[in-house]
T-cell receptor
Framework: DAGITQSPRHKVTETGTPVTLRCHQT?????MYWYRQDPGHGLRLIHYSYGVKDTDKGEVSDGYSVSRSKTEDFLLTLESATSSQTSVYFCAISEGTGGVEAFFGQGTRLTVV | GQQVMQIPQYQHVQEGEDFTTYCNSS?????IQWYKQRPGGHPVFLIQLVKSGEVKKQKRLTFQFGEAKKNSSLHITATQTTDVGTYFCAGIPGRRALTFGSGTRLQVQP
């Protein structure tokens, strides 16, 4: 497996609290992605990064922010968690785009109560 | 909404039966990828198709890319219990980021 680590792996938090999920890679890949997975919706792109400090929104970015200050780390922040953000979050990395496979982390199961 | 759609959303087959999932994009794709996610696991890359009309095989799995490069299919011949999981197609429909379809969950009855 590619060197991708997500932390934490599980988290329960209360509505209204801020939450940060971390994705760390040791592959020096340029692209990093955050997806959420919910039943019936597959994998939906939240935000992605194409370089240090270069990020862009995905299809479900509302309520989320990201930061990438180093090649190896991509942080996803829920500024004020809501129950609708209960989900499994996957980080992925790829060397490039347009025909390069993506490698996924193990996922973070987040529950907002 | 999602620009890459998959059908069916779920399929339950008897072991030994065939299975097919279809992927459709609203825009032309430069290439399409397929991933498999085992229950409780993370998506894992299976294959990539690039050329119009391309067909690739991996043992019992056959992947096709449509002539217009807007649709694709994955066919599994004689399913086995090890085929259980969710199959996703993925492409880059206009964005610079990999966009996944909604997935097809396959259940195989022994």
């Amino acid at each position: 497996d590619a060197g991708i680590t997500q932390s934490p792996r599980h988290k329960v938090t209360e509505t209204g609290t801020p939450v940060t999920l971390r994705c760390h890679q040791t592959e020096n890949h340029r692209y990093m992605y955050w997806y959420r997975q919910d039943p019936g919706h597959g994998l939906r792109l939240i935000h992605y990064s194409y370089g240090v400090k270069d990020t862009d929104k995905g299809e479900v970015s509302d309520g989320y922010s990201v930061s990438r200050s180093k090649t190896e780390d991509f942080l996803l922040t829920l500024e004020s968690a809501t129950s609708s953000q209960t989900s499994v979050y996957f980080c992925a990395i790829s060397e490039g785009t347009g025909g390069v496979e993506a490698f996924f982390g193990q996922g973070t199961r987040l529950t907002v109560v | 909404g999602q620009q890459v759609m998959q059908i069916p959303q779920y399929q339950h087959v008897q072991e030994g039966e065939d299975f097919t999932t279809y992927c459709n994009s609203s825009t032309t794709l430069s290439n399409i990828q397929w991933y498999k996610q085992r229950p409780g696991g993370h998506p894992v890359f299976l294959i990539q198709l690039v050329k119009s009309g391309e067909v690739k095989k991996q043992k019992r799995l056959t992947f096709q890319f449509g002539e217009a490069k807007k649709n694709s299919s994955l066919h599994i011949t004689a399913t086995q219990t090890t085929d259980v999981g969710t199959y996703f197609c993925a492409g880059i429909p206009g964005r610079r980021a990999l966009t996944f379809g909604s997935g097809t969950r396959l259940q195989v009855q022994p």
